[in-house]
Each structure stands twice: as C-alpha cells, then as structure tokens.
T-cell receptor
Framework: RKEVEQDPGPFNVPEGATVAFNCTYS??????FFWYRQDCRKEPKLLMS???SGNEDGRFTAQLNRASQYISLLIRDSKLSDSATYLC???????????FGQGTELSVKP | DVKVTQSSRYLVKRTGEKVFLECVQD?????MFWYRQDPGLGLRLIYF???????EKGDIPEGYSVSREKKERFSLILESASTNQTSMYLC??????????????FGQGTRLTVV
C-alpha cells in the first residue's frame, strides 16, 4: 500500500463547479499535511497547509481527519486557472521527510 | 526571493555513464530532498538529507547515491545510468518540523534522458 494515496483523476469540471479531492495516508505518525499545486511542466508549489481544525483560503478549504487518516481539498466556484495537478503531501517524524501522493489532475472547462 | 537551483534543465547521458545532478538552495534550510517524477506515479522520494553529511533513503534509492558536504548543496549521483532512470528529477528544500514554516521549495527540475 502506498504511503499517500490520491485518486489520479482526471477530474473534468465546468467553470463554477465545486470539486473535492481526497487523500489517505498510512502512517499514523504523520505530523504535518499540505496541498501542493503543480502546473504543467512546472515545479510543485505550496497551495495550503492543512490544520486539524480545518482551514480555508478564499475558495479553497482543506480538512484533516486524523482518526481516519484522511485529508481533503474542496475548491468552490472553479476557475479556468485552477486547472493543474493537486498533490497531497505528508510530513513525517523526526526532521520532516515529505511524502507526496501521485497527484490528482483537474481540468476546468469553459 | 527564495531559490532552489538545479544545475541543468535537460541532460542526455549514455547507459553506464556516471551522472551528477546538482542542487543548491539559498535559504539555509536543513532539509533537502531528491524526487523523481514519472507519469502516473507522481513524485517519488529517492533520498532525503536532514543535515550536512546526514542522509536517509527514500522509497526508491536503488541505483542512486547522494552527497551533502555543505548545507546549501545536495547532489544526486547515478552510479551507472540506465534507461529506466530516464525521468524528471526534482530537488527541494525545507525547514525541519518544529521550526516554523515547513513549506518545501522546489527547483525547476532536470529532465534526464538515458540513451
């Protein structure tokens, strides 16, 4: 079983749609959680951290369920510019080894 | 502006060659990472370094080694390149857990082709 698993998609949605991505992780010792965004032919960049209480940044909402070892990202009112691959990232143990999920591809259509 | 710099954007090497991929960061980060990214497989961790001369194997270390002689530089070495090592290689750096913002910053990637 992979340490961090995501549905690879692709998710094809119309502009204005709400879309949700899910991610599960296997190591209960995981301490920090993130969503990264990767545009085509570019390096990944941090979208947002994920806090235990859940957090929101504009149209983006991230949630963490430690009991189920599950992370989610909700995008409301999708824009064309949201088209990208979204990567779930888990930070482990001493030092902070970062493990990435395989990414979920999102395509927002007019 | 924070920066992680990889020495090459594109490399073509022959099977059996020894290949060095260099990565330099200017943020004084303790942690540095090497990943490879392949279609459908996402980013897979090759090696992780949490301090000078300290390293830890990732998920796919076979065929690779690393060197961290200085804090700012982390090198990935392919001892004898093979065609299945053709991939996009990404270097990243971050602060350790418990030291504030642990966001990872990536280099622009090196597209390596082994022929």
């Amino acid at each position: 079983r992979k340490e961090v698993e995501q549905d690879p998609g692709p998710f094809n949605v119309p502009e204005g749609a709400t879309v949700a991505f899910n991610c599960t992780y296997s190591n209960s010792a995981s301490q920090s959680f993130f969503w990264y965004r990767q545009d085509c032919r570019k390096e990944p960049k941090l979208l947002m951290s994920v806090y235990s209480s859940g957090n929101e940044d504009g149209r983006f909402t991230a949630q963490l369920n430690r009991a189920s070892q599950y992370i989610s990202l909700l995008i409301r009112d999708s824009k064309l510019s949201d088209s990208a691959t979204y990567l779930c990232v888990v930070n482990y143990n001493q030092g902070g080894k970062l493990i990435f999920g395989q990414g979920t591809e999102l395509s927002v259509k007019p | 502006d924070v920066k992680v710099t990889q020495s090459s954007r594109y490399l073509v090497k022959r099977t059996g060659e020894k290949v060095f991929l260099e990565c330099v960061q200017d943020m004084d980060h303790e942690n540095m990472f090497w990943y490879r990214q392949d279609p459908g497989l996402g980013l897979r961790l090759i090696y992780f370094s949490y301090d000078v001369k300290m390293k830890e194997k990732g998920d796919i270390p076979e065929g690779y080694s690393v060197s961290r002689e200085k804090k700012e530089r982390f090198s990935l070495i392919l001892e004898s390149a093979s065609t299945n090592q053709t991939s996009m290689y990404l270097c990243a750096s971050s602060l350790p857990l418990g030291q504030g913002n642990t966001e990872a910053f990536f280099g622009q990637g090196t597209r390596l082709t082994v022929v």
